[in-house]
């Protein structure tokens, strides 16, 4: 019977939205994908905490020595995330805003046609925030995707699907980030057939930030893996 229990790791962060680096206790080094993609039951939190994740194992006689520089340590991404906020915070989260920037350039532009189809169609405004959001995350990620292949080759590595559990722990955080998303599905709720565009604007803009809080990477939370024996001693799946 495989033995699993949940055991505290050291790791580091990476110039990414959803990767990041760790060692296991047996010195194998991994990259984790921490995308929760479509599957949407996993973001249910009595689900969520069974969901696992896909990973790149690094073989031991590959050289990191390339891409190690981006690799950034606890104390680090502590640090950083005190010192972000705001504009400063976004533009980073979106690689410079230029995501950002065209999202919001082209509700300038289409604004009124897109409310005036959202009342013809009598689609609730809160349903296509959500739906945008979340088609905007997946586009983030996905960007964020194409750039970490660059930087790194990972595809030289061994990729794993579904093979490891994770867990971040700070309370704090955790707090703050659960009184945020339910301060958007408040609104979400308030809002419900309302059209007027700056309000849509504004809560697509915060309902994306609430997709990378309850689903993306807690960088200054202590980290937790689930791991068994097989890839303890090396053997994979």
Known sequence: MTKRKWISVKWAGLPSIRYFFLTLP????????????FRILHYIPFIRKYQKFDA??????????DWEHLLVSEYDMVWGAAKVSGRIFVLRLVAGGTIGGVILGLFEMLGKTLINILKFLHIPSFVFI?????????LTNYVSNVNIKKKIPIKRFDFQEKIIKIKFRDLLFSIGINIFVIGIIFFLVILRMDYSDEMIIGLIFLTWMAFFAYSGIIRTADLYITYNEEIENGKGK
């Open 130 to 138: 959500i739906i945008f959001s979340f088609l905007l995350w997946w």
């Open 56 to 65: 790149y194992f690094i073989p031991d006689d590959i050289d990191i020595s």
């Open 26 to 37: 047996n010195g194998q080094r991994i990259i984790v994908d921490n995308w929760s993609g």
